[in-house]
Structure formats: structure tokens, C-alpha cells
């Protein structure tokens, strides 16, 4: 299971865009993430009935006959089944403590040059969010290994049903935001805490207008802020650009775009 996969923890589910002018207003939807130029492929073998991930951090190699093994090192999981549905698709299952928290389905194309993985993510949302994934193949596995094996460089990464489409009103000095995973508030724009419902990660949002096309939200637990978004929205009034910064070096960015 990929680590990037997990940006979902910091990354990359559009939390919330505002502001009180009109230019906010509206129905926005994040484009594809794609990887960085720069990152390595992922490495991945399945041999004889041992699948094994070398490019995971941490790396690990679990017997693939769809029961559980234990997986040292990850935050996210502690157990991982792998199945073998045919030549070209396997299932893997990642737990927590007992508890499912992502399936991931790997398919490979007839021609052997692509792949597709779809992850359905539990527990995190107050509804399953499944993301979808396309590869192309860079190496291939061991001979004699399944097909799912080799090097695989990731071209984009996208919500499967668009659970993040989030929509902005804004009306006297106050914003109110919703999104299709049940995440919403009503905060005005004086950095005054107001309740955010549906993301057990918060409990309360302040909300502060920079300019006319920015605003940075601060999204708190119990008082203490973990996240500091910054949303700007480019002179076309069409697309805007999102910065994450977890408090503890990590920062994501994103771009997204208005629907008519």
C-alpha cells in the first residue's frame, strides 16, 4: 500500500474553500493529484505466492492467500491480506487494530502495459471514499511472476465519485461550506472559532479574508489548530489553488476548478 495514497490524512481531499466575496461562491472540484516529476516507481513482485512491496515504506512481503499477516512499521495498518483473483487482478486488504480501513484492487490491462487501482478508504469520513488510480508500466516483474509484478510509475490519482465537489454561500460576512462526504460549517470571516461537522480530524474552523481572492482556514481540535489551509483564486475566476500545511512541515498544494 502506497504511502502517497495516504495524503488523504493531510492530503488532498479539499477541506474547504471561502471567502466573502462572490468570487468563492459556488460549486469547486480538485483536479487529478499527479505525482511529482521527480518520484520513483513503485516496485512490487508476486512470486510464488509471496507478494512483496519493495518501494513501501516501510517495505514489506506477506503470503498472498487472502488471510491476514501482521505488517510492522506502517501508522495506518497492522494487517494485510493479499488475494488472487486471476491472472491480471488481486485484492489487497489493509486493517487497523481489526477494523478494515482500505481495499485496494489492482487491475492490470490485456496488454500488460497499464494498471488501474481502486481503493475504497473506511473509518477516515463519515462515508467510504474510493479513489482511482492509473499506472503505466515501467519494467516488468520477475518471469514466471503475476502480472501485477514490475515497476509501475503512477500517471494520476482522482476521486472516484467526486465526494470532494465542495460548495461555498456566502451571505452577511458569514460563510458556509458543505461537501458530498458531510463535511460542513457556517463560519464568519472575522477568525471567530465556529463548529466544523463530519471530519473527526476538527472540531471547530476560523475563517480569515486576506484579500478578495484569499482566505486561509485554520481548522482546529479541541482549540489547537493542525491544519492551516491558504485557498487563492486566479484573476479568471475559474480555478483556484490550495495549500495544506499540517503544523509539522508537511505542505501539500493542489489545484482545483469551478463547475459551471
Same mark, same amino acid.
Not at 46 to 73: F, I, M, N, W
Not at 94 to 118: F, L, P, Q, Y
Not at 168 to 182: E, F, I, P, Q
Not at 225 to 247: E, K, S
Given at each position: 500500500?502506497?504511502?502517497?495514497?495516504?495524503?488523504?490524512?493531510?492530503?488532498?481531499?479539499?477541506?474547504?474553500?471561502?471567502?466573502?466575496?462572490?468570487?468563492?461562491?459556488?460549486?469547486?472540484?480538485?483536479?487529478?493529484?499527479?505525482?511529482?516529476?521527480?518520484?520513483?516507481?513503485?516496485?512490487?513482485?508476486?512470486?510464488?505466492?509471496?507478494?512483496?512491496?519493495?518501494?513501501?515504506?516501510?517495505?514489506?512481503?506477506?503470503?498472498?492467500?487472502?488471510?491476514?499477516?501482521?505488517? &510492522?512499521?506502517? %501508522? !495506518?495498518?497492522?494487517?494485510? /491480506?493479499?488475494?488472487? #483473483?486471476?491472472?491480471?487482478? =488481486?485484492?489487497?486488504?489493509?486493517?487497523?487494530?481489526?477494523?478494515?480501513?482500505?481495499?485496494?484492487?489492482?487491475?492490470?490491462?490485456?496488454?500488460?502495459?497499464?494498471?488501474?487501482?481502486?481503493?475504497?478508504?473506511?473509518?477516515?469520513?463519515?462515508?467510504?471514499?474510493?479513489?482511482?488510480?492509473?499506472?503505466?508500466?515501467?519494467?516488468?516483474?520477475?518471469?514466471?511472476?503475476?502480472?501485477?509484478?514490475?515497476?509501475?510509475?503512477?500517471?494520476?490519482?482522482?476521486?472516484?465519485?467526486?465526494?470532494?465537489?465542495?460548495?461555498?454561500?456566502?451571505?452577511?460576512?458569514?460563510?458556509?461550506?458543505?461537501?458530498?462526504?458531510?463535511?460542513?460549517?457556517?463560519?464568519?470571516?472575522?477568525? &471567530?472559532?465556529? %463548529? !466544523?461537522?463530519?471530519?473527526? /480530524?476538527?472540531?471547530? #474552523?476560523?475563517?480569515?479574508? =486576506?484579500?478578495?481572492?484569499?482566505?486561509?482556514?485554520?481548522?482546529?481540535?479541541?482549540?489547537?489548530?493542525?491544519?492551516?489551509?491558504?485557498?487563492?483564486?486566479?484573476?479568471?475566476?475559474?480555478?483556484?489553488?490550495?495549500?495544506?500545511?499540517?503544523?509539522?512541515?508537511?505542505?501539500?498544494?493542489?489545484?482545483?476548478?469551478?463547475?459551471?
Amino acid at each position: 500500500m502506497r504511502n502517497s495514497y495516504w495524503y488523504f490524512a493531510g492530503l488532498a481531499l479539499l477541506p474547504a474553500l471561502v471567502s466573502a466575496q462572490s468570487a468563492f461562491e459556488g460549486t469547486w472540484r480538485p483536479d487529478p493529484q499527479k505525482p511529482s516529476p521527480t518520484a520513483k516507481p513503485d516496485i512490487v513482485e508476486l512470486v510464488k505466492g509471496e507478494y512483496a512491496c519493495q518501494s513501501c515504506s516501510p517495505s514489506y512481503k506477506v503470503t498472498a492467500d487472502g488471510r491476514d499477516h501482521a505488517v &510492522a512499521g506502517s %501508522p !495506518y495498518y497492522d494487517n494485510l /491480506s493479499v488475494s488472487i #483473483v486471476d491472472g491480471r487482478t =488481486i485484492i489487497r486488504t489493509a486493517k487497523k487494530a481489526g477494523r478494515t480501513i482500505a481495499e485496494i484492487k489492482d487491475v492490470v490491462s490485456v496488454d500488460g502495459t497499464s494498471k488501474k487501482s481502486t481503493q475504497t478508504v473506511t473509518g477516515m469520513m463519515p462515508q467510504p471514499v474510493e479513489l482511482t488510480s492509473t499506472y503505466s508500466r515501467v519494467a516488468a516483474g520477475p518471469k514466471g511472476s503475476h502480472s501485477v509484478s514490475g515497476q509501475w510509475r503512477e500517471i494520476q490519482t482522482d476521486l472516484t465519485r467526486h465526494d470532494e465537489d465542495t460548495t461555498y454561500k456566502v451571505s452577511a460576512n458569514k460563510l458556509t461550506m458543505s461537501d458530498r462526504m458531510g463535511r460542513s460549517f457556517s463560519a464568519s470571516l472575522d477568525g &471567530a472559532d465556529a %463548529p !466544523y461537522s463530519g471530519d473527526s /480530524s476538527y472540531n471547530s #474552523v476560523s475563517i480569515k479574508l =486576506i484579500d478578495k481572492n484569499t482566505i486561509e482556514e485554520s481548522d482546529k481540535k479541541d482549540g489547537k489548530v493542525v491544519q492551516i489551509n491558504r485557498w487563492t483564486i486566479d484573476p479568471d475566476g475559474t480555478t483556484i489553488h490550495a495549500r495544506f500545511d499540517d503544523t509539522h512541515g508537511h505542505i501539500q498544494e493542489q489545484v482545483g476548478h469551478r463547475l459551471p
